[in-house]
């Protein structure tokens, strides 16, 4: 173990530069925040992960943006156990009907100030699974959302590059009607 | 004396099937067959329902998969269950989905209908639902015993399910898991299907297994179909699910770790997972690479992948053997990990468990060797297999399988090297003509998928993908009685069994 920890010392760290800001998404916000400054390090939020039903591909994905190269911690995104430690939810799935009221609790859980972000193709319209007797819809059908996060899943970057937007508006104060991201 | 699958012949057989037996058989055969389970002559590979009937895939010893039909115009049928355990949460399924009940199943609690869809028995002749019904749990009787429930929402960055322990202090009695909470309908969604749109939900079924059920869902059509892969892609979709493989497996032995607080072993691991990952998009143009496998092989040349996915392998060959060096000199860790959460012999046996659950408890099965289907039957690998059946146990058989990974993809690599090239997928326009049945076992990273298909006419009639979590789920239960609630983590993530592929 000592030398594994040694060489680490030695070397490089593995951890990347930020992705740059999600350009649309930016200008858009710029616009509704009236040019506030653009704080990147000035805020933190907690957030909370919820699986309302997902195939399990969002989140690994989620969890790619804990390890060494992407370290979200850095930015001030801290994952919390708990909805009523958290300013965000994070959700993903096409929100199965056996998960809805679960989606619902959580979210009033949630204390106030508080941000909603669907994760992937499913949270923002159900995706493939669009119509099924087993599912309500994108996470918008059951909670109000602040931030569409797509792909099927979306890359760890392009979930970094949404949270970090979200820290700007979130900077500014009070949700605002939702933004597409990715 | 005349055996069971002997007495088969006399059967109608499933003519359309492709390319294992398949039988319709009688309440008396049906019944017979549960006698052979449950006397261990014969493993349950799955049991699920169709238009007015039920269907059930044995594991007979040739080995070869053998497909049982049996017609259910009353609705009813001689339950498996009540003589073979491992089909309990399976026939419940059945029920809910389909109105088809098993006469005298000893548990007649729903399972994936939780009274939320608004109808009862969606898939057979749907009807309004009176809602959610409180969900008893099995009682545990004793002094001093209290509950826990935990879920569906988890703490952590996982999918949802609830357990509830009864626990006597920190000693756990008994767990139960009740599932369902991911159930989105996939077995209604494949019903009339074009082949296209099923491959896409068969590759979101479970995430982490994208590659393993999109393999095991093509082979099962071009089965029915009787398409012939192009070589090259068929060394493409094994470098796919070696990857795959690879990539959980290195991201399972960090999680482990890390639920033990070893926090070192997690960030090591994790970044191997990245790499894994970032060579597939680099590749295949998607990190976990779906929808990448298509009907008749893979949806493109993919040109790349002989001189990135060798520096990948020479990458993880250097910074691997460290890492299994730090977990097997770390004794404050095996404290942990050493006869926590012990999954006997008998009973992985008895439930047919596949993957790492049932090859650190001695069961010797993966379907790339005992069913070996192409590439593998040409390709030179060992089964690892312990008989702990401890977390220690399933972490050292996914170790030793990322080293069987890295010697598959070595082989696959040269072999790609050293082929003429061919098309990467094959030209399909007569083929979708055609109607058929088809089944196909695959080896993901968790264990065995099975996949059935019955087309016609370019579309799905019906469709079945069932998850290894099924036969893994129930020993979780098992394993956990006796230890302390502090290492449940530490076992469920030892397990890490699929809620997505099991709830469909």
């Known amino acids: 173990m000592r030398r594994i920890l040694f060489d680490n010392l030695m070397r490089a760290p593995l951890t990347e530069p930020p992705p740059p800001p999600d350009a649309p998404a930016a200008a858009h916000l710029a616009a509704q925040l009236n040019d506030v400054a653009f704080r990147r390090l000035g805020r933190s939020l907690a957030i909370r992960a919820v699986d309302a039903g997902s195939c399990n591909g969002c989140e690994l994905e989620i969890h790619a943006l804990n390890n060494v190269f992407y370290d979200v911690e850095r930015y001030g995104l801290r994952f919390v156990a708990s909805p009523r430690h958290a300013d965000v939810l994070l959700v993903t799935g096409p929100v199965t009907k056996n998960m809805q009221a679960a989606l619902i609790r959580t979210y009033q859980a949630v204390p106030e100030p508080k941000w909603v972000v669907a994760v992937g193709e499913c949270g923002f319209d159900a995706g493939v699974f669009a119509g099924s007797y087993a599912c309500v819809g994108g996470v918008a059908s059951v909670i109000p959302v602040d931030l569409h996060v797509r792909g099927c899943p979306p890359t760890p970057v392009a979930l970094l590059t949404g949270l970090l937007a979200l820290i700007e508006r979130s900077a500014a104060g009070a949700p605002s009607p939702p933004v597409a991201s990715a | ?504």
């Open chain 2, 1 to 504: 004396m005349v055996t069971f699958v002997d007495s088969l012949a006399s059967c109608p057989p499933i003519e359309a099937l492709r390319p294992w037996p398949g039988f319709i058989v009688d309440e008396d055969l049906w019944r017979r067959a549960g006698d052979e389970l449950a006397a261990g002559r014969l493993g349950l590979a799955g049991l699920w329902g169709d238009r007015g009937c039920v269907q059930m895939a044995l594991f007979s010893a040739q080995p070869t998969i053998i497909l049982l039909r049996l017609a259910v115009p009353s609705g009813r049928f001689p339950s498996i269950a009540s003589l073979h355990p491992p089909a309990m949460r399976l026939e419940r399924a059945l029920h809910d989905l389909y109105g088809l009940s098993g006469e005298a199943l000893p548990d007649q609690r729903p399972w994936l209908d939780h009274g939320n869809w608004g109808l009862a028995e969606p898939l057979g002749t749907p009807r309004p639902h009176r809602g959610p019904d409180r969900y008893g749990f099995l009682p545990a009787i004793g002094p001093m015993l209290h509950q826990i429930p935990v879920g569906p929402v988890h703490a952590g960055i996982i999918e949802p399910g609830h357990f509830r322990f009864f626990a006597n202090g920190e000693t756990i009695v008994r767990l139960e898991a009740r599932l369902g909470y991911t159930h989105k309908g996939i077995d209604g969604l494949m019903v009339g299907a074009p082949l296209e749109r099923a491959l896409r939900l068969a590759g979101r079924v479970s995430g982490d297994s994208t590659v393993a059920y999109a393999f095991a869902f093509c082979r099962a059509v071009e089965a029915a179909l009787a398409i012939d892969v192009p070589p090259r892609a068929v060394l493409l979709r094994a470098g796919m699910a070696e990857l795959e493989r690879l990539a959980n497996h290195c991201g399972d032995i960090g999680a482990i770790c890390n639920d033990a607080s070893f926090a070192l072993m997690q960030a090591h691991c994790g970044a191997l997972r990245e790499r894994v990952l970032r060579a597939a998009d680099a590749v295949f143009g998607h990190r976990l690479m779906m929808d990448r496998i298509v009907i008749g092989g893979v949806a493109e040349d993919y040109a790349a992948v002989v001189p990135v996915l060798r520096d990948l392998a020479a990458d993880i060959e250097r910074q691997f053997p460290p890492l299994i060096e730090l977990y097997d000199k770390t004794t404050s860790l095996q404290d942990r990990t050493v006869g926590t959460g012990i999954v006997n012999a008998a009973l992985v046996a008895r439930y047919a468990s596949g993957g790492y659950v049932g090859r650190a408890s001695g069961r010797h099965f993966d379907a790339r060797r005992a069913l070996a289907y192409a590439p593998y039957d040409s390709l030179a690998f060992d089964v690892p297999l312990r008989t702990q059946g401890d977390v220690d146990a399933r972490i050292w058989i996914r170790i030793e399988e990322v080293n069987q990974s890295l010697r598959l993809l070595r082989q696959i690599l040269d072999r790609l090297e050293a082929q003429q090239p061919s098309a990467p997928r094959a030209a399909l326009s007569d083929h979708l003509a055609r109607n058929g049945e088809g089944l196909a076992l695959g080896e993901g990273f968790r264990g065995d998928v099975l996949a059935w298909v019955r087309i016609a006419d370019g579309r799905l009639e019906g469709g079945h993908l069932r998850d290894p979590s099924w036969f893994q789920w129930p020993l979780l239960e098992a394993s956990i009685e006796g230890n302390i609630v502090a290492d449940f983590p530490l076992c469920n993530k030892s397990f890490n069994c699929s809620y997505s592929g099991h709830d469909r």
